[in-house]
């Protein structure tokens, strides 16, 4: 019976140690982990397109490629707007034509025939003015009767009246045209030269060039194809402007302020631990992360966009790499 015991209290004990080793084990498989908060770095990234329709000509750059603010990335070419130009160039020619003429009067020989009209108008008004003086004289003497006074007054003052008419006709010939017409003849060209203008305007739109220092991430047409009015022709990555965005249920939220220092490790830079600052929190939330059940006072958790900003460089560094919050 003492032997029976012994075995029994032996196999009581084995089975107790064993569901205890069974009992840890559980314990620490299942044992929940702690929330891991993953975010990723992103990039400002500025689109490249013209405002004017046009087929690629030439890329000076190709996809990684490194820019500088000012560098010509791309050239279209439009056939279109060149012939535009040419119109355009024409129009203001006929109009700058228009104001010289009408700044610099008639030609010379209409000038020089308007002067020796007025000059023979001038001979006849002497002649009528001697043979209205003698006239007049005889008919003082009671030679002639007043009616053929009056006759040569009238032949006087009709001369009188040419000349007066010839010497206007000189004057407008020499002259030129009236202000309005100068005026309207200089907006005349004004208006082509606007146009000039503005179809230059456009014309310096067929070569693109990059606004910011940074990497060309993407191109999208082909040379060769055609692009549309601001169609997207290029992505241009501002590698000086970059962040952490991070998606925080709305229970977490409270460990993330603005302002607030956070330190996370970037596993492509060999777990590189780097400090950030909260910069951003999203007013709105972007979708419920957790759907309750709505019992015993659960309620859908959202998710908010949280940004972070470096506070120091980071070499290396590229828009999508991961980031792992430090506890």
């Not at 569901?19 to 084990?25: D, H, M, P, Y």
């Not at 535009?84 to 009067?105: D, E, F, T, W």
Request: aromatic fraction near 6%; hydrophobic fraction near 45%; include cysteine.
């Amino acid at each position: 019976m003492n032997a029976k015991n012994k075995e029994l209290r032996r196999g009581l004990m084995g089975l107790v140690l064993f569901v205890a080793i069974l009992f840890l084990l559980g314990i620490y498989v299942y044992k929940p982990e702690p929330d891991c908060i993953q975010g990723e770095a992103v990039a400002s990234e500025l689109r490249i397109s013209g405002k004017v329709p046009g087929r690629i000509a030439q890329y000076l750059v190709e996809e990684g490629s490194r820019v500088k603010a000012g560098d010509t990335l791309v050239f279209l070419e439009s056939p279109e707007l060149e012939a535009k130009l040419m119109q355009a160039h024409a129009a203001r020619q006929a109009a700058m034509a228009q104001q010289k003429k009408a700044n610099n009067g008639a030609r010379e020989e209409l000038i020089a025939t308007a002067y020796e009209m007025w000059q023979k108008a001038l001979v006849g008004v002497d002649i009528s003015k001697k043979s209205l003086d003698r006239v007049q004289r005889m008919f003082e003497k009671g030679v002639v009767t007043a009616q053929k006074r009056d006759e040569v007054e009238a032949q006087y003052k009709a001369a009188l009246a040419t000349a007066n008419a010839a010497k206007a006709q000189y004057d407008m010939a020499t002259n030129g045209a009236e202000g309005t017409d100068k005026e309207a003849a200089m907006a005349l060209v004004d208006r082509a030269s606007g146009a000039v203008m503005e179809v230059e305007s456009y014309l310096t739109e067929t070569t693109l060039v990059s606004p910011i220092d940074g990497e060309v991430s993407e191109i999208f047409p082909k040379v060769g194809e055609l692009v549309g009015t601001g169609a997207p022709i290029m992505n241009v990555l501002d590698g000086s402007n970059v962040w952490f965005a991070f998606h925080i249920r709305e229970d977490r939220l409270s460990d993330f302020r603005l302002g607030k220092k956070i330190d996370v490790r970037i596993p492509a830079l060999n777990n590189q631990t780097v400090s950030l600052e909260v910069t951003f929190i999203k007013a709105l939330a972007s979708y419920a992360t957790v759907k309750a059940t709505k019992t015993n006072g659960q309620f859908d958790a959202r998710t908010f966009e949280v940004r972070a900003k470096p506070l120091q460089p980071i070499d290396d560094l590229r828009p999508g790499m991961s980031a792992l919050l430090i506890p």
